[in-house]
């Protein structure tokens, strides 16, 4: 089986790359559905092209996220297009806007399940839009590869279609939790998340988590994804004389948390987070209240001025020229799930089938991406990472904390 590393305005996408996207799904004919001798069947494969599909939010309140992670993975399987196909096949991307809607996601799921025929869906955003797709999608035989989410479902229970690469919310903030008590000497910790299926996975891990050290939640807020005022949050939890607050947010409401904590006076508390709250876009906020904010990701965060390999800087100026932007975290991480499914879909070999498919990802056990980050499968083994990097901010940038803390 071949083996390797990785491919030699944040809220925008190109006009070129969303007419791209947007012109795969069409009214095309839908793609043939065969099966292998005896195996499952499958759909999205004919002998000239391959049929791959994203819900995600291309304009809605993470946005930021769904745009660059539809950047990364099109650059790569453009390249992978360019240089002939996989096997003779071209992969064609169908994208659906689903704005962070659960009722948005559930029809364009519908749509690239059964209209578009897609063969397996990638980088999918979201914990509660997955989660509002997945039965349906497992049902009609459709892999999910690498969901933009760390929830729990993603991977538990584990299913033979089901593959991520990037930290669980669950296990990364439980070692968070123990980090932060037993290497810090924090004693009052408290939670601040969103009203929703990924707050409360949050809530449970520090809840989990402390349980197991006798210790409990001193004091905790909840509000929308879409909230916009914290100072009644705030309030409650400094006179709680919460030391450490762990957030289940997103970008925005990040940062309006940190802003509002600043103009109320509160500096001697540390706030920390997890994949779905990193970002530079936090870091390099021009207040500079996001200054000490303590972050666990699978990914840090690169910057052109460090000392970076070749093969990452290459990667790095190829995607600014492009996009017309430097690239987060979420572009290095969707330009290695697209990689990670160009490498399983060679594994396979030309006479593609899900089984060999599956069987062409659990034989990546040892893949390096661009930036020196690990990722392996194996049979019944399909949660490719189990460490992420601790990284607070630092003059307006990430700086690493602790490269490798394992959970």
């Not at 089901?162 to 910790?189: H, L």
């Not at 056990?365 to 189990?386: A, I």
């Given at each position: 089986?071949?083996?390797?590393?990785?491919?030699?305005?944040?809220?925008?996408?190109?006009?070129?790359?969303?007419?791209?996207?947007?012109?795969?799904?069409?009214?095309?004919?839908?793609?043939?559905?065969?099966?292998?001798?005896?195996?499952?069947?499958?759909?999205?494969?004919?002998?000239?092209?391959l049929v791959l599909g994203a819900h995600t939010d291309l304009s809605g309140p993470i946005a930021i996220w769904g745009v660059e992670s539809m950047n990364g993975l099109r650059m790569r399987f453009e390249e992978a297009n360019e240089a002939g196909g996989v096997h003779g096949r071209q992969i064609r991307f169908v994208v659906e806007d689903t704005q962070y809607q659960v009722p948005k996601a559930i029809s364009a799921g519908n749509k690239l399940i059964n209209r578009d025929k897609i063969f397996a869906m990638v980088l999918a955003l979201g914990t509660q839009t997955n989660n509002a797709v997945l039965t349906q999608q497992l049902e009609a035989g459709v892999p999910?590869?690498?969901?933009?989410?760390?929830?729990?479902?993603?991977?538990?229970?584990?299913?033979?279609?089901?593959?991520?690469?990037?930290?669980?919310?669950?296990?990364?903030?439980?070692?968070?939790?123990?980090?932060?008590?037993?290497?810090?000497?924090?004693?009052?910790?408290?939670?601040?998340?969103?009203?929703?299926?990924?707050?409360?996975?949050?809530?449970?891990?520090?809840?989990?988590?402390?349980?197991?050290?006798?210790?409990?939640?001193?004091?905790?807020?909840?509000?929308?994804?879409?909230?916009?005022?914290?100072?009644?949050?705030?309030?409650?939890?400094?006179?709680?004389?919460?030391?450490?607050?762990?957030?289940?947010?997103?970008?925005?409401?990040?940062?309006?948390?940190?802003?509002?904590?600043?103009?109320?006076?509160?500096?001697?508390?540390?706030?920390?987070?997890?994949?779905?709250?990193?970002?530079?876009?936090?870091?390099?906020?021009?207040?500079?209240?996001?200054?000490?904010?303590?972050?666990?990701?699978?990914?840090?965060?690169?910057?052109?001025?460090?000392?970076?390999?070749?093969?990452?800087?290459?990667?790095?100026?190829?995607?600014?020229?492009?996009?017309?932007?430097?690239?987060?975290?979420?572009?290095?991480?969707?330009?290695?799930?697209?990689?990670?499914?160009?490498?399983?879909?060679?594994?396979?070999?030309?006479?593609?089938?899900?089984?060999?498919?599956?069987?062409?990802?659990?034989?990546?056990?040892?893949?390096?991406?661009?930036?020196?980050?690990?990722?392996?499968?194996?049979?019944?083994?399909?949660?490719?990472?189990?460490?992420?990097?601790?990284?607070?901010?630092?003059?307006?940038?990430?700086?690493?904390?602790?490269?490798?803390?394992?959970?």
């Amino acid at each position: 089986m071949i083996q390797r590393g990785g491919q030699s305005g944040l809220w925008k996408i190109g006009l070129a790359g969303l007419l791209l996207l947007a012109g795969c799904g069409g009214d095309s004919a839908p793609s043939s559905q065969s099966g292998s001798d005896g195996g499952r069947l499958f759909q999205g494969v004919t002998d000239t092209e391959l049929v791959l599909g994203a819900h995600t939010d291309l304009s809605g309140p993470i946005a930021i996220w769904g745009v660059e992670s539809m950047n990364g993975l099109r650059m790569r399987f453009e390249e992978a297009n360019e240089a002939g196909g996989v096997h003779g096949r071209q992969i064609r991307f169908v994208v659906e806007d689903t704005q962070y809607q659960v009722p948005k996601a559930i029809s364009a799921g519908n749509k690239l399940i059964n209209r578009d025929k897609i063969f397996a869906m990638v980088l999918a955003l979201g914990t509660q839009t997955n989660n509002a797709v997945l039965t349906q999608q497992l049902e009609a035989g459709v892999p999910n590869l690498f969901p933009v989410t760390g929830a729990r479902s993603m991977n538990e229970p584990y299913h033979d279609l089901k593959f991520t690469q990037r930290g669980i919310y669950y296990d990364e903030v439980q070692a968070a939790v123990a980090y932060f008590i037993n290497e810090r000497g924090k004693q009052s910790p408290c939670v601040i998340h969103h009203d929703s299926e990924y707050g409360a996975e949050i809530y449970d891990a520090v809840a989990d988590q402390l349980a197991s050290m006798e210790m409990s939640i001193v004091a905790s807020s909840a509000h929308k994804p879409t909230e916009t005022e914290f100072t009644a949050s705030i309030l409650k939890l400094r006179n709680a004389e919460c030391d450490v607050v762990f957030l289940a947010t997103v970008h925005r409401d990040s940062i309006l948390i940190f802003e509002t904590a600043r103009k109320l006076g509160w500096d001697d508390v540390d706030f920390v987070g997890q994949n779905a709250a990193y970002g530079k876009v936090i870091a390099e906020v021009a207040s500079g209240a996001s200054e000490g904010y303590y972050c666990f990701a699978h990914l840090a965060a690169p910057y052109i001025e460090d000392d970076l390999p070749a093969a990452a800087r290459a990667w790095w100026n190829k995607y600014e020229a492009k996009y017309g932007q430097a690239p987060d975290i979420v572009a290095m991480e969707s330009y290695r799930a697209a990689d990670l499914v160009v490498l399983a879909l060679e594994n396979a070999g030309r006479e593609l089938t899900m089984d060999g498919f599956i069987a062409g990802m659990e034989a990546i056990t040892d893949y390096t991406d661009l930036f020196g980050y690990k990722v392996s499968f194996g049979p019944g083994d399909h949660q490719g990472v189990s460490e992420s990097v601790l990284s607070i901010v630092r003059d307006g940038r990430w700086q690493t904390v602790e490269q490798s803390v394992s959970y």
